[in-house]
């Protein structure tokens, strides 16, 4: 499967505190990429790389199997792009923002802008200054998806929107995902709404990535073990181990991931007993991966 | 693509274009204005001339706050959302650039002609004077004629006991700011040459 986006060891700093070191990330053609991360783990900055907003220091971006930023011109008339803040022209109403955008994008689709216009019911000569944030979101959503692009980069698109807002916006994005098997990159914090509609999640924290793997993997993957008795070591483990901690009582608490259901028979040795299984939704699963990470550096 | 840029320019610029182009226009006809004398005695042709000079000052000072203001106007759109729209387009950079240089070198179009043509009004109100001081017969016998014939039709009105005041008005519309021969309202026709 080829990727629609690669990078590979991309480093960029800002400032003296703030560095993406060593980034690897791989999104498969035709996927929902879910990027998760705290507020300030790097999420924007590396869409900006990725977009040639800023130039790394060191490492390789490849959009589109096309370099970036070489290519960058090229490669951007196949992407639509949601910022993080509704950073359009105030001064145009919403007809001349399409028609402005129209003309930069070969590929523009003014039915379908015109429909989805008529859809989301925005006014026509509002002002983009005047519009309200889910009308806002609405617009942005709509200048991406009526380029119909292959390949569409969402930084948190649905950040401050209301329920119903946040609902039309993703059924318009999963209706041209459905015709067109674009790829879409979504970067948020908002854990449950990509876990209803991603097949790829990456997380990352701090700069890196913590884990990049299909989304049934990791939601199935992740359980927290409660085991009876100390094991010395998990060296040998057939999952990967997250966390221990000593439990209630002599046992302990083991956060794992990549676990299935035959690999409880790793716990039959003497002295230790597996007690329970117990299923972590993505949420909980995203901040114990957080709490692992940050853990050891602290 | 040109077209796009330079209608979301206009519409950050259009302020100081359409102030840019009324001063444009009106400060050859002020700098003209500016050499009549209070007592209505006539100019010599070196005081006009120092008149007129002395308004120079303010063509430069008004092409640098047009320049400037136009060019902030420009790059507004993208300093608003902090070019990350801009940036975005599939077009390079230096031609995006070039689209928005374009597009305000274009606006600024209006207030340089508005310059122009004030220049040309201070031109024409030159070359009226000088025409009608060097008092070529033709040239009076021109302007006698058509001053006569509106003499004329008035008296024909009046006779006909019509209401009209043709002269009143003609002089109303034609020499009161800002009427196109407003600038001969200066007491500049009187300079001895």
Known sequence: MTNAIEIQRLCYRAGRTFEIKDLDLHVPQGAIYG????????????????????RPLAGRIELLGSAVPRDVASILARVGFVPEQPHLDPMLTVRETLAFHAAFYPTWDRPWAERLRAQFELPDDQLFGRLSKGQKGKLMMLVALAQRP???VLDEPTDGLDPVVRRDVLSALLEYVSQRQATVFISSHLVHELERFCDWIGVMDDG?????????????????????????????????????E????????????EWEPHMATYFDGPGVSLH??????????????????????? | MFRVILYSQWKWSRLIVLLGSVAGFALPLISVHGAARADSSPLQAPELLHAVQSWGVLYPVLAATLGLLVAMASWTPDHRGRHVYALVLPVPRWRYVLLRFGAGALLLAAPITAVLVGALAVLVAFAVFFAVSAGTARTAGIVLALIGGVMLVQVITNVARVDLDLVGKLQLLVLNWPGPLAIFTGRWMLIDV
């Not at chain 1, 000593?246 to 991931?257: C, F, Q």
Request: with cysteine.
């Open chain 1, 276 to 298: 329970e299984v117990i299923d972590l939704d993505l949420e909980e699963g995203f901040v114990e991966l957080l709490r692992t990470f940050r853990g050891p550096r602290a």
């Open chain 1, 208 to 244: 890196r990535l913590i884990i990049e793997v299909p989304m049934e993997r990791l939601k199935n993957g992740i359980k927290r073990l409660r085991i009876g008795g100390t094991p010395a070591t998990a060296d040998n483990a057939p999952f990967v181990l997250l966390a221990r």
């Open chain 1, 35 to 54: 990027f998760l991360g705290p507020n300030g783990c790097g999420k924007t900055t590396t869409i900006r790389l990725m977009l040639g907003l800023l």
């Open chain 1, 246 to 257: 000593p439990a209630n009582g002599s046992g302990e608490t083991w956060l794992v991931r």
């Open chain 1, 150 to 152: 292959e390949l569409l």
